[in-house]
């Protein structure tokens, strides 16, 4: 019998996955691994939501819900717009989805036809290039060369290298942590828009800045499209819930295409996350554990020859220049987990062209196992 094989599937694997998938093994066995590979907060999801969820699975049915989401949902969704950043969206312009993952699948499939070329910025998050590779477009790295964030410069420079369609890019970024300035990220979308570039502003780690507040490119521009998620600020990984923020004229296409991909977001996983604002106490307790787990990291990592390579202004993530130690950080991570029994994850993932050369740590873990990873980590290079 043959299989019909597309080239869709050959996109370059998420190590990261990969990475976890083998600690996972590991800990089946009984070894202790400390996972630091996977950007996913330790802690549950807040007390209010898995209360929302329980009381939906005793009280009702789940089923299907419009193809954008719960009016109930997109109305928290829009009123934390206001409440957080001072931002006026209707909840007409709000897409619930299922995690940014789907969002990205949505806004890809919306906005561009097989060929466009949109621009991402290396290091960065690598489903981004693997969903655009698989959809049929044309992917423009732009390598940052030792610059913390993506500027208009560098979007003008990439367009006049080869016309662009559209540009995303995020802030805190994934796996830098670092997070554009205002006055530059207005810049970038200034420039974008004059030079009829589409703009898509990954958010999902807002919430999760450690020196400002947080700036949404909706605040610059009607026109831009945002993407956002429970998964991370939220503590929500596993109820795959994610929301995007449109421009009008997008709406019916998302929409559209949700219809048939997806018919909606799960709807238990909503009526959850509509209570999910209502808990900032318990989140930001969290948060302050990722602040001590990122003092420690920023003062212990560079002592052990792990050099941070951008300042870790958000997230929860530590990107490392481990050329001291290693000119293959893939065989330097497998090497640790073996030996060490510490995850992380290869710079691979993130920059194909000098990934080699870089490592990314999560620090989303509990205080402890931080400390007690970095303690590995020293006797291990020993």
């Given at each position: 019998?043959?299989?019909?094989?597309?080239?869709?599937g050959e996109?370059?694997?998420?190590?990261?996955?990969?990475?976890?998938?083998?600690?996972?093994?590991?800990?089946?066995q009984?070894?202790?691994?400390?996972?630091?590979?996977?950007?996913q907060?330790?802690?549950?999801?807040?007390?209010?939501?898995?209360?929302a969820?329980?009381?939906?699975?005793?009280?009702?049915?789940?089923?299907?819900?419009?193809?954008?989401g719960?009016?109930?949902?997109?109305?928290?969704?829009?009123?934390?717009?206001?409440?957080?950043?001072?931002?006026?969206?209707?909840?007409?312009?709000?897409?619930?989805?299922?995690?940014?993952?789907?969002?990205?699948?949505?806004?890809?499939?919306?906005?561009f036809?097989?060929?466009?070329?949109?621009?991402?910025?290396?290091?960065?998050?690598?489903?981004?290039r693997?969903?655009?590779?698989a959809?049929?477009?044309?992917?423009?790295?732009?390598?940052l060369?030792?610059?913390?964030?993506?500027?208009?410069?560098?979007?003008?420079?990439?367009?006049?290298?080869?016309?662009?369609?559209?540009?995303?890019?995020?802030?805190?970024?994934n796996?830098?942590?670092?997070?554009?300035?205002?006055?530059?990220?207005?810049e970038?979308?200034?420039?974008?828009e004059?030079?009829?570039?589409?703009?898509?502003?990954d958010?999902i780690?807002?919430?999760?800045?450690?020196?400002?507040?947080?700036?949404?490119?909706?605040?610059?521009?009607?026109?831009?499209?945002?993407?956002?998620?429970?998964?991370?600020?939220?503590?929500m990984?596993?109820?795959?819930?994610?929301?995007?923020?449109?421009?009008?004229?997008?709406?019916?296409?998302?929409e559209?295409?949700?219809q048939?991909?997806?018919?909606?977001?799960?709807?238990?996983?909503?009526?959850?996350?509509?209570?999910?604002?209502?808990?900032?106490?318990?989140?930001?307790?969290v948060?302050?554990?990722?602040?001590?787990?990122?003092?420690?990291?920023?003062?212990?990592?560079?002592?052990?020859?792990?050099?941070?390579?951008?300042?870790?202004?958000?997230?929860?993530?530590?990107?490392?220049?481990?050329?001291?130690?290693?000119?293959?950080?893939?065989e330097?991570?497998r090497?640790?987990?073996?030996?060490?029994?510490?995850?992380?994850?290869?710079?691979?993932?993130?920059?194909?062209?000098?990934?080699h050369?870089?490592?990314r740590?999560?620090?989303?873990?509990?205080?402890?196992?931080?400390v007690?990873?970095?303690?590995?980590?020293?006797?291990?290079?020993?």
């Amino acid at each position: 019998m043959v299989v019909a094989l597309s080239k869709r599937g050959e996109v370059e694997p998420f190590h990261a996955m990969d990475v976890l998938a083998e600690a996972n093994r590991l800990k089946a066995q009984g070894v202790p691994v400390i996972s630091m590979a996977v950007g996913q907060p330790s802690d549950p999801a807040p007390q209010a939501v898995r209360e929302a969820a329980a009381r939906a699975l005793r009280d009702g049915r789940i089923g299907y819900t419009d193809a954008l989401g719960t009016a109930a949902l997109r109305q928290a969704i829009a009123a934390h717009y206001v409440e957080h950043y001072g931002v006026e969206v209707s909840p007409a312009r709000i897409a619930v989805t299922t995690g940014s993952s789907a969002a990205f699948n949505l806004a890809f499939l919306a906005m561009f036809d097989p060929g466009d070329k949109v621009a991402i910025a290396a290091p960065g998050y690598p489903a981004y290039r693997n969903i655009m590779a698989a959809l049929g477009l044309d992917v423009a790295e732009i390598e940052l060369d030792g610059a913390a964030y993506l500027t208009a410069d560098h979007l003008e420079a990439a367009h006049k290298a080869g016309p662009l369609k559209g540009v995303l890019f995020a802030s805190p970024a994934n796996p830098t942590g670092a997070i554009v300035p205002e006055k530059e990220l207005g810049e970038l979308v200034a420039k974008a828009e004059k030079l009829g570039i589409s703009v898509i502003s990954d958010e999902i780690y807002h919430r999760l800045a450690y020196s400002g507040p947080d700036i949404t490119a909706l605040s610059l521009s009607d026109d831009v499209t945002v993407i956002n998620s429970f998964s991370k600020y939220y503590c929500m990984t596993g109820w795959r819930i994610g929301w995007m923020v449109l421009p009008e004229k997008l709406v019916r296409p998302v929409e559209r295409i949700q219809q048939s991909l997806y018919i909606s977001a799960p709807e238990l996983s909503q009526v959850a996350a509509a209570q999910a604002f209502t808990a900032t106490p318990e989140l930001e307790a969290v948060k302050a554990r990722y602040a001590a787990n990122r003092e420690l990291l920023m003062r212990r990592l560079p002592e052990l020859g792990f050099a941070l390579a951008a300042p870790m202004d958000g997230a929860f993530y530590a990107f490392c220049d481990v050329s001291r130690l290693t000119n293959d950080s893939m065989e330097f991570a497998r090497r640790m987990l073996a030996q060490a029994h510490v995850a992380a994850t290869p710079g691979r993932d993130f920059d194909t062209l000098a990934g080699h050369r870089f490592m990314r740590l999560s620090y989303a873990g509990s205080h402890d196992e931080m400390v007690e990873a970095v303690a590995r980590i020293e006797n291990w290079l020993k």
